[in-house]
Nanobody
Framework: QVQLVESGGGLVQAGGSLRLSCAAS????????MGWFRQAPGKAREFVAA????????LYADSVKGRFTISRDNAKNTLYLQVNSLKPEDTAVYYC????????????????WGQGTQVTVSS
């Protein structure tokens, strides 16, 4: 079973950038599509972006298109999320997960969640 560990979150001013990483254990990482979700306090977990197993296909939530970029390095068993032009409404815990279907933005199609990394954007 693949285990996922996120990192790279932090406190940043509006307009700033961060690069989130998701390190995966196990040999099957490269065979799965992957995704990022986020959850703000008091709100449901929401889809952010997904990427196909080879990285050729991507899918983004409308709220992050043009600002966030998902990528992966299968040789390093690592998933990335470059987040630019951050807004206070991007403040949330960001989670990575395996995708059992691609393309999909449905929470039910993702699993093996990491513990999350906090992103806080100040205005």
């Amino acid at each position: 079973q693949v285990q996922l560990v996120e990192s790279g979150g932090g406190l940043v001013q509006a307009g700033g950038s961060l690069r989130l990483s998701c390190a995966a254990s196990g040999r099957t990482f490269s065979t799965y599509a992957m995704g990022w979700f986020r959850q703000a306090p008091g709100k449901a977990r929401e889809f952010v972006a997904a990427i196909s197993w080879r990285g050729a296909g991507t899918l983004y939530a409308d709220s992050v298109k043009g600002r966030f970029t998902i990528s992966r390095d299968n040789a390093k068993n690592t998933l990335y999320l470059q987040v630019n032009s951050l807004k206070p409404e991007d403040t949330a815990v960001y989670y990575c997960a395996l995708a059992y279907s691609f393309p999909s933005s449905s929470l039910a199609d993702f699993g093996s969640w990491g513990q999350g990394t906090q992103v806080t954007v100040s205005s």
